[in-house]
C-alpha cells in the first residue's frame, strides 16, 4: 500500500468563471440612485475689474429665519410654514412700482417694489433641522413656481409647460429668483 503525502488538487479554472459571472450580474442588476438635493443656479463669478456689489433697499428684503428651536421667523415675526408661501407670493409680486406693467398684486406697504427687486434672505441657526431648511426651500419654490405661471397665463395665454424659450427667459426676467443665505443686517 502506497501512502503519498501529496494532497489532492482541485481544479480551479472555473472558478474565475464563476466569479466572473457574478460580477457582470450585480453589475447589470444593480441601480444607481440618482443625486438629491435643491437644484440652484449659481450667479456667475464677478469678472475682474468690475464691481458687482449691489445696494439693495431694505423694503426689497425679506429675512426668513430659521432658530436652532426650528421656528420660522419673517422679518423678526413668528410665523407658520403653511403661511409662508403666502406671504412669499405678497411680499414679492407687491405692485409698488407704477412702471411695473406685469405685476399682478396690489400695493402692499411692507413688500418689494416690485419683482425684479425683491430678494429672500434665508438665515439658519446651527441646530436647525435640515428638513425645516427643505420645506423653506420648498416654500419658496412654489411662491416663484405660482406667481411665474400666473404671469405666464396673463402675459402670454400659456401655462409655463407650453411656453417657448424666449418666453420662458421672459417670464424668469419679470420673476428673477433672488435668495440669498447670507445675513444681510
Given at each position: ?157 400659456k401655462n ?9 427667459a421672459a ?15
Amino acid at each position: 500500500m502506497r501512502h503519498s503525502r501529496e494532497l489532492p488538487t482541485m481544479n480551479a479554472g472555473s472558478m474565475a468563471d464563476i466569479a466572473f459571472l457574478l460580477l457582470i450580474f450585480f453589475l447589470v442588476a444593480t441601480t444607481v440612485t440618482q443625486d438629491q438635493g435643491i437644484y440652484r443656479k449659481l450667479p456667475a463669478p464677478c469678472p475682474p475689474g468690475q464691481v458687482c456689489d449691489v445696494d439693495i433697499n431694505k423694503r426689497n428684503i425679506l429675512s426668513i429665519a430659521i432658530n436652532n428651536d426650528n421656528q420660522l421667523f419673517v422679518n423678526q415675526m413668528i410665523t407658520n410654514i403653511d403661511d409662508l408661501k403666502s406671504t412669499l407670493m405678497e411680499f414679492i409680486d407687491n405692485n409698488g412700482d407704477s412702471s411695473c406693467d406685469y405685476c399682478l398684486g396690489s400695493k402692499l406697504p411692507f413688500a418689494s417694489e416690485n419683482p425684479q427687486k425683491a430678494a429672500i434672505a434665508l438665515i439658519t441657526q446651527p441646530k436647525s433641522t435640515y428638513n425645516t431648511f427643505i420645506e423653506v426651500q420648498d416654500e419658496l419654490t412654489a411662491a416663484y413656481f405660482e406667481l411665474r405661471a400666473a404671469y405666464a397665463s396673463k402675459r402670454f395665454n400659456k401655462n409655463l409647460a407650453q411656453l417657448t424659450a424666449s418666453e420662458l427667459a421672459a417670464v424668469k426676467q419679470a420673476y428673477p429668483f433672488r435668495i440669498t443665505e447670507a445675513d444681510i443686517r
